[in-house]
């Protein structure tokens, strides 16, 4: 499985960005599909996740701000952010986990500037 992440960039606070993670290869159809990020010099930490049943879980730090969706078909993963703040700034990861497996992709970074 690999995992092919888009859509970081540049912003500044108080805009809007939509990241996207779209996977390819073995795939079942029980998936869940996640966004965690890495700010500099701090642990990676779940921002939210998706199954493939539509539940959706969201950190704390970013409910209400954040709104993950998934294409059960094209097995794509969306995340859109608002409101963003410096302290969103942060390599964004897109991960799976499917047939009993864990996926990452590769980061995309996501700069907020005040």
């Known amino acids: 499985v690999q995992l092919q992440a888009s859509g970081g960039g540049q912003v500044q606070a108080g805009g809007s960005l939509t990241l996207v993670c779209s996977a390819s290869?073995?795939?079942?159809?029980?998936?869940?599909m996640a966004w965690y990020r890495q700010a500099p010099g701090k642990q990676r930490e779940l921002v939210a996740s998706?199954?493939?049943?539509?539940?959706?879980n969201y950190a704390g730090s970013v409910k209400g701000r954040v709104t993950i969706s998934m294409d059960n078909i094209r097995k794509a993963t969306t995340l859109q952010i608002h409101s963003l703040k410096p302290e969103d700034t942060a390599l964004y990861y897109c991960?799976?986990?499917?047939?009993?497996?864990?996926?990452w992709g590769q980061g995309t970074l996501v700069t907020v500037s005040s």
């Open positions: 991960y799976a986990h499917t047939r009993n497996h864990d996926y």
């Open positions: 998706i199954s493939s049943n539509q539940d959706t």
């Open positions: 290869g073995r795939i079942g159809d029980n998936v869940v």
